[in-house]
């Protein structure tokens, strides 16, 4: 079986530290202490992934899914998105910069 992820194109996807601070500790659910402990790590590690310094690593997924009950493969699927979403950014800034040196290159 074959699955598939479609990464937007119109905008950008939610990182998943937006969602994590949109669903969990902007609506009082949880501290980012309260989650650090519940996830067994520092909390510079819970600030990194809400600030988006750190991504979602397989590890972290599950250790996610064990906080939060949201699966693993939520996580990993929102970093792949995010990840992909940030490629293609930085391939079609690239394709505009070798165009726009291409069309101010003085003709010889």
Request: with cysteine.
């Amino acid at each position: 079986m074959i699955l598939s992820v479609r990464v937007p194109t119109s905008q950008p996807p939610e990182r998943p530290g937006q969602i994590l601070r949109e669903e969990f500790i902007k609506t009082g659910r949880l501290t980012q202490a309260a989650l650090a402990q519940r996830m067994g790590v520092p909390v510079g590690k819970v600030r990194g992934i809400l600030s988006g310094e750190e991504g979602i690593t397989a590890e972290t997924a599950l250790l996610l899914e064990a906080a939060l009950g949201v699966e693993a493969e939520f996580w990993i699927r929102a970093q792949f998105v995010w990840d992909c979403y940030r490629l293609r950014e930085v391939e079609r800034r690239t394709a505009v910069l070798e165009h726009e040196v291409k069309t101010k290159r003085p003709k010889s």
